[in-house]
């Protein structure tokens, strides 16, 4: 086993660390999607988010997608301090797949 796959819940965080620990973690982009619209302050800028995510999901590597990232968080420091504390701890763990090679990363 190379991978594992999977969301951010404690259980399968700890059976992971126990089982396969010497295994790869890649957190499931889908619900990191989903998780960061919890920390979104106003509705109208839910659209922004998900689009930001998909993007720096998206890039062609890892150095452009952090570079994303961390632009993404200085621009949100001031008016959403929540989501732009929330993105640079998460996120990351979203970007395992970059290790793979392309045609596995989707």
């Avoid at 973690?25 to 960061?36: G, I, K, P, S, V």
């Avoid at 659209?47 to 621009?75: C, G, H, W």
């Amino acid at each position: 086993m190379e991978l594992i796959l999977s969301d951010d819940h404690l259980g399968l965080k700890t059976a992971r660390k126990a089982v396969f620990s010497g295994v790869t973690w890649q957190r499931c982009q889908f619900h990191l999607q989903q998780n960061a619209q919890a920390y979104v302050p106003r509705h109208s800028m839910k659209a922004e988010v998900a689009e930001v995510l998909r993007r720096i999901f998206n890039d062609p590597n890892r150095s452009m997608a952090e570079m994303y990232l961390a632009d993404t968080i200085q621009k949100h420091e001031e008016a959403a301090p929540r989501l732009a504390n929330w993105m640079d701890h998460n996120v990351p763990e979203g970007l395992t797949v970059f290790s793979f090679p392309p045609k596995h990363q989707r």
